[in-house]
Nanobody, 121 residues
Framework: QVQLVESGGGLVQPGGSLRLSCLVSGFSFSTYDMNWYRQAPGKARELVAGISPTGSRTNYADSVKGRFTISRDNVKNIVYLQMNSLKPEDTAVYYC??????????????WGQGTQVTVSS
């Protein structure tokens, strides 16, 4: 079964850094785009960053460009989100995501359990 397991969240001061990790199993990791989303209370879930199967292409929300970096390790089946210069506005639950079709099933979104990132002084 598809499993996405996140780690690395926590409490950090403004200007600080965190690295989130998502360990993936249950599908051919190296053939799919991977994404990070986040959701703050009362707000819609938003796409933060995405990465192509080999890591050659990445995309970022305007709010995090220049501060966040998404990367992946296709041997270890891990996708990372390096977050620098963190701001209070970055406070949210961060989710690892893949849009994936199991054999003979419609494609759907799969999500990790989420990891809380809190940026506060």
């Amino acid at each position: 079964q598809v499993q996405l397991v996140e780690s690395g969240g926590g409490l950090v001061q403004p200007g600080g850094s965190l690295r989130l990790s998502c360990l993936v199993s249950g599908f051919s990791f190296s053939t799919y785009d991977m994404n990070w989303y986040r959701q703050a209370p009362g707000k819609a879930r938003e796409l933060v960053a995405g990465i192509s199967p080999t890591g050659s292409r990445t995309n970022y929300a305007d709010s995090v460009k220049g501060r966040f970096t998404i990367s992946r390790d296709n041997v270890k089946n891990i996708v990372y989100l390096q977050m620098n210069s963190l701001k209070p506005e970055d406070t949210a639950v961060y989710y690892c995501n893949v849009y994936y079709a199991r054999y003979n099933d419609p494609a759907r979104d799969y999500w990790g359990q989420g990891t809380q990132v809190t940026v506060s002084s």
